[in-house]
Every structure is written in structure tokens, then in C-alpha cells.
């Protein structure tokens, strides 16, 4: 997750920069830094252009018409094809795609987890 930017955006900025949404940002090397910054700077200027001149009662619709994976969990990625997948724990969730962002790897949903111990 990326601290100030709401759910939707932070599915979206990791999955354009490819990193997995459990990526500890400590650990991030200088190539995937420069992605996710990029990424920043991409996808919320898209959502700005997108917004403006919407009025606020079409901003929500236009804000999800141009996502990739947020709140499109299984349905196919835009990207590669394969199927959004989705994390939750707690009181929130986070969709993401395997293929782009983790090498394919499906993590592990934190729902279910606290019930198989």
C-alpha cells in the first residue's frame, strides 16, 4: 500500500510499476523506485484529466471506468489476460494481478488465514 493515496490509486500505481502489493518499500531497488515513481506521476495525472469538468455526481463512474485492477476481481488483466486477484485483511483489500506484479506468484488471501491455525 502507498501511505496518502487511497486504495483504488495504489492498486493501480503498483500494478502499472509491476510491483506486488506486499513489496516492503525499504527493500525496493533504485529501478523499481524510478517504476513506482513514475507510476505516480502517470496514473494520477490520468485521474486528474479524467476528472475535470465531471460533476460530482459522475466523478466516482469516471474514476472507475478508466481502472485496470481495482475492483475488477475476476475479470481478466488488461495487460496480460489473467485473472485480477484479491487480498483482504481486516477491514480492506487490495486486487492486484499475478502475472504483472508478483511473477505469477498468487498471494496468500489474509481472510482465511487466522481460520487454518
Known sequence: MIAGIGNAYSDEI???AKISPFAAAAK???EQLAALHD???SVLTDAV???VGQGAATLKGEKRSGLRVHAR???PC???G???REVSFADKSF???ATCQTGGKVLADRRMSRLLK
Do not use: K
Request: with cysteine; proline share 4%; net charge negative.
Open 14 to 16: 503498483l500494478h502499472v
Open 28 to 30: 525496493l531497488s533504485e
Open 39 to 41: 507510476a505516480v506521476v
Open 49 to 51: 484529466s479524467r476528472s
Open 73 to 75: 476481481t475476476g475479470l
Open 78 to 80: 488488461p495487460v496480460c
Open 82 to 84: 489473467d485473472t485480477v
Open 95 to 97: 486486487q492486484y494481478c
